[in-house]
């Protein structure tokens, strides 16, 4: 249920910025917004307090953000508050980002290997990625993983490509139990 709320919300947020033609600017918001909310958990917590009132929760809001923030965010985190909705608000920030990600042609890759890329070979990877994806820019992020042995492991979304050495041992493993010595 809270996939489908997030879904839901972060749609119409996406929306919003869609028709207001308000894209980069609402997306600079949200993320402003939530760094606040993370630097200040205190604030966090006092907004998804159970005894206080819905509307004293809007009226924190309204002298937190008011005059900072545009009126259509400051709206919609209203309504978030008001539907009871605020504990969902990082996955809702989620969908957002990423819906604007992809209006804007922007993929999302993580690529782990057994090593450390030099720039070159990070160059590279982006390069091909981008090659083989409908995407216009991508956002990488580089991880390594001693475990893998060698190759590596590159997931944009739900694709995963898994050309690591520890797989293809695995692989070759269950290959070879799998014969049978007659």
């Not at 307090?49 to 709206?75: D, N, T, W």
């Not at 978030?80 to 989620?94: F, H, M, S, T, Y």
């Not at 991508?138 to 042995?149: G, R």
Request: aromatic share 6%.
């Amino acid at each position: 249920m809270a996939k489908l709320a997030a879904k839901t919300y972060g749609e119409a947020l996406f929306e919003t910025a869609l028709e207001g033609k308000c894209m980069d600017a609402l997306a600079e918001e949200t993320e402003g917004v939530r760094r606040v909310l993370e630097e200040n958990p205190e604030l966090d917590r006092l907004l998804r307090h159970p005894r206080i009132s819905r509307p004293e929760k809007a009226q924190i809001l309204r002298k937190v953000f008011g005059g900072c923030i545009s009126q259509e965010l400051l709206g919609f985190l209203e309504l978030v508050l008001e539907k009871g909705r605020w504990g969902e608000l990082p996955a809702i920030w989620d969908y957002f980002a990423e819906r604007v990600r992809e209006e804007q042609g922007v993929g999302v890759a993580f690529v782990t290997t057994a090593a450390e890329l030099s720039p070159a070979k990070k160059d590279a990877v982006e390069r091909r990625l981008l090659d083989t994806t409908s995407y216009r820019r991508m956002e990488m992020h580089f991880q390594v993983d001693s475990s893998l042995i060698g190759g590596m492991v590159i997931r944009v979304k739900d694709r995963v490509v898994d050309s690591s050495i520890r797989t293809k041992l695995a692989n070759m493993k269950s290959e070879l139990l799998q014969i049978q010595l007659g």
